[in-house]
C-alpha cells in the first residue's frame, strides 16, 4: 500500500527565503506526481503534475523535482512572499483503474514580511 | 468556465438525517472522485468513477453512496448520517491524471 510523508508538518521562513518542501513516498511505481496549494477553509489548488517519465516541473517560481529510485519529491519555491503562506499537498498518482492518488499530510507553510 | 462545483458549501444534519451532495464539473472529465478531509487523517478517497453509470469505491466507502448518472456530475448520498461522518468533503475531476477540486462542502452531524 502507497504511503506518502511530508515532513515537516510546519515551516516558518523570512520573506525573500527560499523553500524547500519534501514529500517521500513508499512505492515507486508511480503513475505521477501533483503538488497542491491549499488556503484555510479552502479547496485543492493544483500547482504542478509531473508524469513518472519526468524529473522535474517548471511554473513561474515553483520548481517541482521527482526522483522516483529513492521515492521523493521536493518543492521549490524561489524568493517566498507572505501569500505563499498555505498548506501544501503532494499527491502519489497509481494508473490502476481511476488514477487514484494517496496524499500526504501536508507542510503548513508561514512567510513572515 | 466554473470548473468543479459542489452544492452545498455548509450543512448540519441530526444523526439518522439523510442527505445528498451535489458535484458538478463542466471540463467534460471522464474521472471524478469524492474525498474526505479530517484533521490528522488527511485527505482519504471515498467512492470515484471513471465515467457516466460506473463507480467504485475507495479507502473509506462504508456509509455512503454514489451515482454518476451524467457524465458532468458526480452525487455523494449519506443515508443515515453518523457523527463520525463530520468532516469536509471534496469532489475532484481528472483528466490524464492531474486532478482538479471543488471548493469543499462542510458537514456537521448533531
Known amino acids: 500500500k502507497q504511503e506518502v510523508t511530508q515532513i515537516p508538518a510546519a515551516l516558518s521562513v523570512p520573506e525573500g527565503e527560499n523553500l524547500v518542501l519534501n514529500c517521500s513516498f513508499t512505492?515507486?511505481?508511480?503513475?505521477?506526481l501533483q503538488w497542491f496549494r491549499q488556503d484555510p477553509g479552502k479547496g485543492l489548488t493544483s500547482l504542478l503534475l509531473i508524469q513518472s517519465s519526468q524529473r522535474e516541473q517548471t511554473s513561474g517560481r515553483l520548481n517541482a523535482s521527482l526522483d522516483k529510485s529513492s521515492g521523493r519529491s521536493t518543492l521549490y519555491i524561489a524568493a517566498s512572499q507572505p501569500g505563499d503562506s498555505a498548506t501544501y499537498l503532494c499527491?502519489?498518482?497509481?494508473?490502476?483503474?481511476?488514477?487514484?492518488?494517496?496524499f500526504g499530510g501536508g507542510t503548513r507553510v508561514l512567510v513572515k514580511p | 468556465n466554473a470548473g468543479v462545483t459542489q452544492t452545498p458549501k455548509f450543512r448540519v444534519l441530526k444523526t439518522g438525517q439523510s442527505m445528498t451532495l451535489l458535484c458538478a464539473q463542466d471540463?467534460?472529465?471522464?474521472?471524478m472522485y469524492w474525498y474526505r478531509q479530517d484533521p490528522g487523517m488527511g485527505l482519504r478517497l471515498i467512492h470515484y468513477s471513471v465515467g457516466e453509470g460506473t463507480t467504485a469505491k475507495g479507502e473509506v466507502p462504508d456509509g455512503y453512496n454514489v451515482s454518476r448518472l451524467k457524465k458532468q456530475n458526480f452525487l455523494l448520498g449519506l443515508e443515515s448520517a453518523a457523527p463520525s461522518q463530520t468532516s469536509v468533503y471534496f469532489c475532484?475531476?481528472?483528466?490524464?491524471?492531474?486532478?482538479?477540486f471543488g471548493p469543499g462542502t462542510r458537514l456537521t452531524v448533531l
Open positions: 512505492d515507486s511505481a508511480i503513475y505521477n
Open positions: 475532484a475531476s481528472s483528466l490524464k491524471g492531474e486532478q482538479f
Open positions: 499527491a502519489a498518482g497509481i494508473k490502476a483503474a481511476g488514477n487514484k492518488l494517496t
Open positions: 471540463m467534460n472529465h471522464e474521472y
